[in-house]
């Protein structure tokens, strides 16, 4: 088994991110198992300088050791390059012509409008390439999720043909994480609710590149009193300098782990070790959001 945490450098970890942090590590330390560190940096309009530093920091801090050295999708290109290709040959994605508003001119779907299949067959007369997406087929797809159960999507209906590489040149993170996942050897990816619907999408491309599918556990994203999710652009809930057990010892609270009360003092140290000696996927509320 090998887990990893997967940031984006887009601006210091909050509690929300340490809650997900704290997730992985814990189920790859409680088997023994090695843990990751993936910076993912390939959306250069949000990465904020410096951002990575802090998060590298702050996990430290927190006593969230990693193994090997940091992993950056921004030294990936080749890579994911390779895979596009290779889907194109095997004809599983396709150039797309089409602007952002006549790629929304679809029916509806789970996450907006489903792409109406403009260039499935070829770039219309007089359109150049924009973006490149991946060809879905009407098959089910299922996740079945540690914690939040069985999710099922089918793609042709739900989603539609997704980009994998945008207008601007950049991967999609749909196809980075993929690539990435095979490429670190990770077996079992633990992260927040919020990219559960993301998985199915992710599943289609492992099955077209014959690529492993990890097992898969959702924890609960932690949102504020309106219900909106922790963001890093809202600041809500950021992590203190102080106190770090503290905080490690509220994410367990949260993470339905039940940590004795003698431990809310203590440093990262003795949290640490009683919640890897004790960490159960089982005890994780199966909820996608929890009030923080």
């Known amino acids: 088994m090998t887990g990893r945490f997967a940031p984006s450098p ?11 942090a704290l997730g992985s590590y814990l189920q790859a330390r409680a088997q023994g198992a090695p843990w990751l560190l993936r910076i993912d940096d390939l959306d250069t309009p949000r990465v904020k300088p ?3 530093r802090l998060i590298v ?23 994911y390059a390779y895979a596009i290709n290779r ?12 602007t952002r508003r006549e790629a929304q001119a679809g029916s509806a779907g789970i996450e907006g409008p489903v792409y109406p299949g403009t260039c499935r067959v070829g770039l219309p007369e ?37 980009v994998i590489r945008r207008a601007d040149g950049i991967t999609a993170y749909q196809l980075a994480t993929v690539i990435d996942d095979e490429a670190q050897g990770i077996t ?15 599943i ?23 219900g909106d999710k922790l963001g890093k652009s809202t600041g809500a809930l950021a992590l203190e300098a102080g106190a770090p057990g503290q905080q490690l010892f509220k994410c367990l609270e949260l993470l339905g782990q039940c940590p004795p009360a003698s431990l809310c003092q203590t440093s990262v140290h003795p949290v640490l070790r009683w919640a890897t000696e004790n960490w159960s996927i089982q005890r994780v509320p199966r909820l996608a959001q929890l009030r923080a």
């Open 10 to 20: 887009s601006g210091p970890l909050h509690l929300g991110s340490l809650l997900a």
């Open 50 to 52: 410096g951002a990575e």
């Open 57 to 79: 920091d702050t996990l430290l801090h927190f006593g969230l050791l990693w193994d090997g050295e940091v992993f950056r999708q921004s030294t990936r290109g080749d890579a």
């Open 87 to 98: 889907l194109k040959r095997q004809n599983q994605a396709f150039d797309c012509g089409c």
């Open 126 to 162: 007089g359109r150049t390439a924009r973006s490149i997406r991946f060809r879905v087929n009407d098959e089910p797809v299922q996740v079945d999720d540690l914690v939040q159960g069985v999710c099922r999507q089918r793609l042709a209906q739900d989603i539609g043909d997704f």
């Open 188 to 202: 079992e990816v633990v992260r927040g609710a919020d990219l559960l619907s993301s998985t199915p999408r992710q």
């Open 204 to 226: 289609a491309i492992q099955k077209a590149l014959c690529s492993p599918t990890p097992v898969y556990a959702h924890l609960p994203v932690l949102v504020d009193e309106e």
